[in-house]
């Protein structure tokens, strides 16, 4: 019995499932794009070249709020991590709830929902994002990030107040 325990336990950390490698690669995407007011050159440096290796070549991310842009390929995210660091003196981003669907054995889509304080603000921004993700070679990496407005929620059933 304690073969099979370890067995088990062995298959499953040497071949884990598509759907933890993706929750796994959300969280280290979140680690890598946020940062605090004392990060180093380096690091910060080191940070803007790893987020757009999260993504596929082609990547497209649509960006929504204030105003609405995409953008195209690594070159563009590169620049636009860039320009947050740039802008901004913290970040953090926490990507939680992922739901996860596999479609075949090469794609995924992924409903997370993104928490983001900037700088020292105490209300964060909120926003789901709806990820298509693709497998290359043994990693899942980003083909395309839309948010989706809460108003496109139609199924979702909201609860009746009542009032004396």
């Known amino acids: 019995m304690l073969i099979v325990g370890i067995g088990y336990w062995s298959w499953g950390f040497l071949f884990p499932s598509a759907e933890k490698q993706i929750k796994e690669t959300l969280q280290r995407l979140a680690e890598v794009s946020s940062f605090g007011s004392n990060e180093k050159s380096l690091s910060r440096l080191g940070a803007i070249n790893a987020v757009p290796r999260f993504f596929v070549t082609n990547a497209v991310v649509r960006i929504a709020g204030g105003f609405s842009r995409s953008l195209d390929g690594r070159e563009e995210i590169r620049e636009a991590v860039a320009g947050s660091r740039a802008v901004a003196q913290s970040l953090k981003i926490a990507l939680t709830d992922p739901q996860v669907t596999i479609v075949g054995t090469r794609e995924a889509k992924v409903l997370v929902t993104a928490t983001v ?18 497998r290359e070679k043994r990693k899942w990496l980003i083909k395309r990030i839309d948010p989706i407005n809460p108003v496109s929620y139609t199924h979702l059933t909201l609860p009746t107040i009542y009032s004396v």
């Open 117 to 134: 304080y900037v700088d020292s603000e105490p209300t964060p921004q909120l926003q789901i994002l709806e990820l298509t993700m693709e």
